[in-house]
């Protein structure tokens, strides 16, 4: 059964400080894998798609790194800020699988306070 | 530019009593897809739409159903909302799949809260 796990379940940093998620999937054969930030009462907004080949993506603040041989990823966050506050969400697509079909991980609510 | 939309943002519904959701999308994409997502959960797929073709998931019940009239709308219907209906309801839209998609997003409406009292 494919499944996507992420730790840690919710984390908590002081403002300007840096974190680092994790996500741990079975998906095969794979894909891509996919960060959503969801802030509280909205839908869910990509920052990074990786495909096989890609080891790292980055998207201003938010930089992601894919081992597909350990069929690791992680999320890194710079120099946080209190809008980073909100959940995140690896999605991992296994070949053929449609973009919304995909394995969702139950997120990491992260919380910055000032 | 909002690319998915979802009407309303947040629907208060009695117990038992029909509620339709409503989403629309400017990106022409093929699929159009249904979740259900409660509190700290990751979203749960109910059903979707690939063009006119209407594929459920295995575990949704029967009172939720769905239609999509043409390419830029579908609607979800919830026939008898229950208590534990209460959730956020998200549309999705991606292009269709095959190897010419394989690698494509999902884009997310900002969702509907439903509060069932």
């Known amino acids: 059964k494919n499944q996507v796990e992420q730790s840690p379940q919710s984390l908590i940093i002081l403002e300007g400080k840096n974190c680092t998620l994790q996500c741990n999937y079975t998906v095969s054969p794979f894909s891509n894998l996919r960060w959503y930030k969801q802030d509280t009462g909205r839908g869910p907004v990509s920052l990074t798609i990786m495909t096989f080949s890609e080891n790292t993506k980055s998207n201003g603040r938010y930089t992601a790194t894919l081992d597909a041989d350990t069929k690791q990823s992680s999320l890194h966050i710079t120099a946080s800020q209190l809008s980073d506050s909100a959940s995140y969400i690896c999605v991992v697509s296994g070949e053929y699988t449609n973009a919304g079909k995909s394995t969702f991980g139950d997120g990491t609510t992260l919380t910055v306070k000032p | 530019d909002a690319m998915v939309i979802q009407n309303p943002r947040y629907q208060v519904t009695q117990f038992g009593k029909p509620v339709t959701l409503s989403c629309s999308q400017t990106l022409n994409h093929n699929v159009m897809y249904w979740y259900q997502q409660k509190s700290s959960q990751a979203p749960k797929l109910l059903f979707h739409?690939?063009?006119?073709?209407f594929n459920n998931e295995a575990d949704t019940p029967d009172n939720f159903q769905s239609r999509r009239p043409n390419t830029s709308f579908c609607f979800l219907d919830i026939r008898s909302p229950g208590l534990g209906d209460a959730a956020m309801y998200l549309c999705?839209?991606?292009?269709?799949w095959g190897r010419g998609a394989m690698n494509t997003e999902a884009f997310f409406g900002q969702g509907t809260r439903l509060t069932v009292v």
């Open positions: 739409y690939y063009d006119k073709d």
């Open positions: 999705a839209t991606s292009r269709g």
